[in-house]
C-alpha cells in the first residue's frame, strides 16, 4: 500500500513536496517513483528512485525543477517540486515496485491533485 500527501495548488514559480510511503511488504522494494495525468492528456512518467542505489531518473519536462530522494528507515519517497509551471498542474501518482526494470510498476497510490496557477 502506498500512501500520498502533500498535494494542492502554487503560483507559478513556487514549491511543493509530495510524499509516498509504502507499508505492508516492503522488504522488497526496488524501486519508488511518480507518474502524472492531466485532464485529456496521458500518464507522463515524473520521476524514479531505485532503492538500494539511489539512481534516478527524471522526465524531460520536470529535470533540473523536480528532485526525488528516499528515505529507507521510514520507506518515505519524496518528490520536491520547484519553479512550477502552469503545465505541471496534474494528478500525481506514487507508485512503486519490486522490480528495478524502469517500465515495471506494481502498486499505485490514490493520486494526489496538483493545480498551478498564473
Known amino acids: 500500500q502506498l500512501d500520498e500527501s502533500g498535494g494542492g495548488a502554487v503560483e507559478a514559480g513556487g514549491s511543493?513536496?509530495?510524499?509516498?510511503?509504502?507499508?505492508?511488504?516492503?522488504?522488497?522494494?526496488?524501486?519508488?517513483?511518480?507518474?502524472?495525468?492531466?485532464?485529456?492528456?496521458?500518464?507522463?512518467?515524473?520521476a524514479r528512485i531505485l532503492w538500494s542505489s539511489r539512481i534516478v531518473a527524471y522526465g524531460l519536462s520536470v529535470t533540473?525543477?523536480?528532485?526525488?530522494?528516499?528515505?529507507?528507515?521510514?520507506?518515505?519517497?519524496?518528490?520536491?517540486?520547484?519553479?512550477?509551471?502552469?503545465?505541471?498542474?496534474a494528478v500525481y501518482y506514487c507508485t512503486s515496485s519490486d522490480s528495478h526494470i524502469a517500465a515495471e510498476w506494481e502498486y499505485w497510490g490514490q493520486g494526489t491533485q496538483i493545480t498551478v496557477s498564473s
Not at 507499508?23 to 522488497?28: C, P, V
Not at 517513483?33 to 496521458?42: D, E, I, L, M, S
Not at 523536480?66 to 503545465?87: P, V, W
Open 16 to 46: 511543493l513536496r509530495l510524499s509516498c510511503t509504502a507499508t505492508g511488504r516492503t522488504a522488497s522494494l526496488g524501486k519508488m517513483g511518480w507518474f502524472r495525468q492531466a485532464p485529456g492528456r496521458q500518464r507522463e512518467f515524473v
Open 64 to 89: 533540473d525543477r523536480f528532485t526525488i530522494t528516499r528515505d529507507n528507515h521510514t520507506n518515505t519517497a519524496y518528490l520536491q517540486m520547484d519553479n512550477l509551471k502552469l503545465e505541471d498542474t
